[in-house]
């Protein structure tokens, strides 16, 4: 089983002290949504996001849209192998259901997002897609119980990804942290929490390539390109 994190990720509603800000209030007025039921996205708030602190790792929804996409859609999660989660940078957890599907058009993720927000799940009776949850990194990691935790970032120890995945794929629960943001790195608290940290570029990869790479890599060690196709 691996279980993927999407760690501190650039995804939020749009905060308190920035509802007053005009560029706010004028994408509040063409949504036809208060703000505080909106996502912060820098698209539209880069004005307003300079007040922020740490504003460069912040704002990004697009991030965690194509790195589920790529997520859920692999043949790692169609063989339930596959556990993801959503870690936002300010501590809350989004739990995704494997069965999810989610949109591909942007817009409507988002819709479905801020929805999310709002009621807590995703739908908001039955068995849930989505789950959201007040939620910090150090509790997730505790109710998942891991064997061993990974994070991937442009300050590890540098190996290629072949070499990292081989060395731990064997891992009964195995975790792998992913920088849902884009720039910056992971805090120290979240760095504590690997048993290691290793880095497979001399660049820093978008989220969702090093997702969809990982994810892949796992599915070649465990033999699952090959078990499919025997079928």
């Known amino acids: 089983m691996l279980i993927l994190?999407?760690?501190?990720?650039?995804?939020?509603?749009?905060?308190?002290?920035l509802w007053k800000h005009p560029a706010v209030k004028q994408y509040s007025k063409r949504r036809g949504k208060p703000s505080q039921f909106l996502l912060l996205d820098r698209s539209y708030h880069h004005a307003a996001m300079k007040r922020l602190e740490e504003n460069e790792k912040r704002g990004r929804p697009d991030i965690v849209h194509f790195s589920l996409l790529e997520a859920l859609g692999s043949p790692l999660n169609k063989e339930q192998l596959l556990q993801t989660y959503v870690h936002t940078f300010n501590d809350y957890v989004i739990s995704v259901n494997p069965e999810a599907r989610l949109p591909r058009n942007y817009n409507r993720f988002v819709g479905l997002v801020e929805q999310l927000f709002e009621l807590g799940r995703i739908p908001s009776t039955g068995p849930s897609l989505l789950m959201l949850e007040r939620e910090t990194l150090p509790q997730l990691l505790h109710k998942i119980k891991p064997s061993y935790v990974v994070a991937f970032s442009s300050r590890g120890s540098p190996n290629t990804l072949e070499n990292a995945m081989a060395k731990v794929s064997d891992?009964?629960?195995l975790v792998v942290l992913i920088g849902g943001f884009p720039h910056g790195h992971f805090t120290e608290t979240t760095i504590k929490l690997a048993n290691e940290v290793v880095r497979i570029d001399p660049e820093m990869l978008e989220a969702w390539a090093v997702t969809a790479r990982i994810i892949y890599e796992y599915e070649r060690c465990i033999h699952l390109p090959k078990k499919r196709l025997e079928r």
């Open 5 to 17: 994190i999407l760690a501190e990720s650039a995804i939020e509603t749009i905060p308190k002290n």
């Open 171 to 173: 891992k009964q629960r």
